[in-house]
């Protein structure tokens, strides 16, 4: 819902704010409730339905601070049967139904707004086969995304989305949020590496869509469809993947800079000189401030880093090339380039625990995942301060600044701050919009995001998209209050 509040900050720049409200969802009534419970317990077995409260509220939640309600129930699905009969209870009982695989999610896609039942994914967790001939491999939702990196590694072989959360994040999660990671600027994100999907619908039917072979071109692309859909369309069962050989080697670096104009200028730098690094991810002052403190010494004339890697054949030579970019511009403090395999997972040890770090600075962080174009991230970066300092609001940057996806950071305390905080989001996302960007580049829009899409996208492109919303479930079962509803931003 748009607000009348509208200030400026900087010049020049306008920034109109937003007024939030609650998802707007249809709660089931207690008879449909009861039904549907019955009805699970009847067709699936009282071993794989959860009713009791304590345990149905460790499903509310998941990576961000979005209320939900607790779901009335679990459904721990082991088979593609128990996916397509739990769609089905909850479309003749008209109880909605929320997916669920990690529960690692920023935006509150796996949260259930409006209670109904969670279908959990996590129990699927087999990697069904993996294919060297065709480079193909075959998993279900609850592989954990780390374990199939591990698992085709062994094997010589590379899957390449990788997000941050690996190690507790899974496919079917990954799948629904086309979930990217620092490797997505030389690998791109899951809907890259996704051939083809089983996955069930609203009523209990069970589609397959996609292929096996590298190209296909028949009919509609509906894997690309279903892929970063939210779990709002369909509810994945299965994924054929695209796989690649392993990277023969792997280089990475350490650039250090005064402030982070200066890491901004050696991206674009690196970059026009023809590289193409896997990973180019930029921390500012605040974030490696956060860094020294859990106990990484890091130069303290360095106000900004990037993580820079590269690999394949000529990874050092390329790495050098890099490392003397980084150098020569002004504002460069220093190069520092792991000599073995151990430095170089103590560097990812770093970057990987920034989420947990930062958000020891303040009782409350919220992470956006906003993108722009490359060449203007420095002045996202600048609108940044800006609306820190018009809303008094603490706030960190660091991400995939290769692909010009940051994860600009609130931080607060007092729970009186918060319509401060929700100023300064909407000023974020509407500077972002303005500079060219997109509001999630992983993310996803889940509830949190939901009310600002609008400053994105035309009415009458999300009114396509509701209507697509509306060919898989008529009803508005599936994940309702999620992309499109309004909610409160949550913090994560
Ligand atoms: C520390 C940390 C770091 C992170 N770093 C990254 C990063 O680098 N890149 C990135 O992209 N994200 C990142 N994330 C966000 C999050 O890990 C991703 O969005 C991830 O893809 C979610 O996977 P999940 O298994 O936890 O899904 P969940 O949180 O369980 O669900 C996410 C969405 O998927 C839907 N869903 C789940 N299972 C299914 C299914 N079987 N069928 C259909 N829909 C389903 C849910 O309804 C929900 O909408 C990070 C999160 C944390 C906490």
């Given amino acids: 819902m748009r607000g009348d509040d509208d200030r400026s900050v900087g010049p020049g720049a306008r920034y ?25 317990d009847r067709r699936l077995g009282p071993s794989k339905v959860l009713t009791g409260a304590e345990a149905c509220a460790t499903y509310a939640a998941d990576d961000s601070d979005v209320d939900g309600r607790a779901p009335d129930a679990v459904v721990i699905a082991a088979s593609v049967d128990d996916i397509a009969t739990t769609l089905e209870v909850a479309q003749s009982c008209e109880v909605p139904v929320t997916p669920r695989a990690g529960g690692t999610g920023r935006t509150g896609g796996a949260v259930p707004v409006a209670g109904g039942i969670v279908l959990a994914t996590h129990r699927l967790g087999s990697i069904k086969d993996i294919d060297r001939e065709n480079l193909v491999a075959v998993v279900e939702p609850g592989v954990i995304t780390g374990e199939l990196h591990a698992a085709v590694e062994r094997e010589g072989l590379f899957y390449g989305p990788d997000p ?24 791109g994100v899951t809907r890259d590496w996704v051939l083809g999907l089983r996955a069930c619908v609203m009523g209990g039917g069970v589609l397959s869509v996609g292929r096996r072979t590298t190209k296909g071109v028949t009919g509609y692309d509906v894997t690309a469809l279903l892929v970063g859909s939210e779990g709002t369309l369909a509810v994945f069962a299965e994924a ?64 900004a880093m990037l993580l820079i890697e590269v690999d394949g ?23 520092v380039v792991a ?5 170089r997972d103590r560097l990812w040890a770093a970057r990987r625990m920034l ?36 809303t008094g609001v603490g706030h960190l940057t660091y991400g995939h600044a290769g692909d010009g996806n940051l994860h600009v950071n609130f931080l607060w305390n007092d729970d009186a701050e918060r319509p401060a905080v929700e100023r300064a989001i909407g000023m974020l996302m509407r500077s972002t919009v303005e500079l060219g960007g997109t509001l999630s580049g992983e993310h996803g829009i889940g509830v949190s995001k939901a009310p600002y899409l609008p400053l994105e996208q035309s009415g009458e492109l999300i009114a396509l998209q509701r209507n ?4 898989f479930d008529p009803k508005g079962l599936l994940n309702p209050g999620k992309i499109f509803a309004g909610g409160r931003h949550g913090s994560c």
């Fill in 468 to 471: 697509i919303k509306r060919v």
């Fill in 164 to 187: 941050n959360s690996l190690e507790s994040c899974m496919i079917g999660g990954n799948l629904a949020e086309n979930a990217g990671g620092p490797r997505a600027f030389k690998y």
């Fill in 240 to 303: 054929t993947l695209r796989l690649a050989p392993k990277p023969p080697a792997v280089a990475t670096a350490l650039a250090l800079f005064r402030d982070v104009h200066a890491a901004a200028r050696a991206v674009t730098a690196i970059i026009a000189a023809g590289v193409v690094p896997r990973c180019l991810e930029m921390l500012d002052a605040a974030t490696l401030s956060a860094v020294r403190a859990a106990g990484v010494a890091v130069d303290a004339r360095a106000g």
């Fill in 355 to 390: 989420s947990k770090a930062t958000r020891k600075l303040a009782r409350h962080k919220l992470s956006e995942d906003v993108v722009v174009p490359r060449a203007r991230i420095p002045e996202l970066l600048a609108r940044t301060d800006e609306i820190g300092a018009a």
């Fill in 313 to 335: 054949d000529a990874s050092e030579a390329a790495l050098l090339r890099v490392g003397e970019i980084a150098s020569r511009g002004d504002g460069s403090v220093d190069v």
């Fill in 339 to 343: 000599q073995d395999g151990a430095q």
């Fill in 16 to 40: 109109a704010l937003l007024v939030l409200a609650a998802p707007d969802v249809r709660q089931p009534s207690r008879a449909e409730v009861e039904r549907a419970k019955i009805e699970l």
